[in-house]
């Protein structure tokens, strides 16, 4: 691939927009695992307003790090295999700890995300399907000018994007500040990772994963 025309350019061409195919509706079960004790605890339904940060690869947040209250991410998964893996990706093992807890439940209302596993909307604004394996500062770069035209201000269209986890493939939602009025009071489970029933769902994650249980 030609430097004049990269495969995954490191910004978008703008203005960016949407068509009907580029979007799907969902309002399925959602997954996170979130750190409840220590220096930055977080609750279930909480978008962290700092950022960007490197090893994450969706922030929305403009540069440089810091606070950014106009802002904000929350990373979950389809399912809780996937946030299983992408929480220790790094370690290749799972740890049941009591300070991190699996939390699911379903959209208060449908969200609206632009869908980057199957429609063709970054072909179509000069990147190509293979954007979301692009190096993270590119996937950053363009969620922030997502976020900014598509999921900021009044006339926000998006909840967020709808995008593959890189390390199993199955589908993850990025939640935007768009999605705070879609979660619910509360949430369908919540369990620290150390408790029985979450236990045994690392069983069936860790099978999937061939990664060990500590």
Same mark, same amino acid.
């Given at each position: 691939m030609s430097p004049k025309h990269p495969k995954n350019p490191l910004f978008p061409k703008i203005p960016l927009t949407t068509e009907h195919q580029h979007l799907i509706t969902y309002d399925q079960a959602l997954?996170?695992?979130?750190?409840?004790?220590?220096?930055?605890?977080?609750?279930?339904?909480?978008?962290?307003?700092? +950022?960007?940060? &490197?090893?994450?690869?969706?922030?929305?947040?403009?540069?440089?790090? =810091?606070?950014?209250?106009? @802002?904000?991410?929350?990373?979950?998964?389809? +399912?809780?295999?996937?946030?299983f893996a992408e929480?220790? =990706?790094?370690?290749? #093992?799972?740890?049941?700890?009591?300070?991190?807890?699996?939390?699911?439940?379903?959209? &208060?209302?449908?969200?609206?995300?632009?869908?980057?596993?199957?429609?063709?909307?970054? @072909?179509?604004?000069?990147?190509?399907?293979?954007?979301? =394996? #692009?190096?993270?500062?590119?996937?950053?770069?363009?969620?922030?000018?997502?976020w900014e035209q598509l999921g900021n201000g009044s006339d926000a269209l998006l909840d967020g994007l709808y995008v593959p986890s890189t390390k199993l493939g199955d589908s993850m939602v990025v939640l935007f500040p768009r999605a705070k009025d879609a979660f619910p009071v509360a949430p369908n489970f919540s369990r620290a990772l150390n408790h029985a029933a979450v236990a045994a769902m #690392?069983?069936?994650?860790? &099978?999937?994963?061939?990664?060990?249980?500590?």
């Open positions: 997954w996170r695992i979130h750190t409840t004790v220590g220096t930055h605890p977080s609750a279930w339904d909480e978008l962290r307003n700092y +950022g960007p940060i &490197s090893r994450f690869r969706w922030d929305p947040h403009p540069s440089p790090t =810091q606070q950014h209250s106009e @802002v904000g991410v929350s990373y979950t998964a389809t +399912g809780y295999a996937t946030a929480v220790f =990706q790094d370690d290749q #093992a799972i740890t049941l700890s009591a300070s991190r807890a699996l939390s699911g439940w379903y959209p &208060s209302r449908p969200l609206t995300l632009l869908d980057l596993v199957k429609s063709d909307w970054a @072909v179509h604004h000069g990147a190509s399907a293979s954007l979301p =394996q #692009a190096t993270k500062n590119i996937c950053r770069n363009w969620s922030h000018n997502i #690392a069983v069936a994650a860790a &099978s999937r994963l061939r990664w060990p249980i500590r």
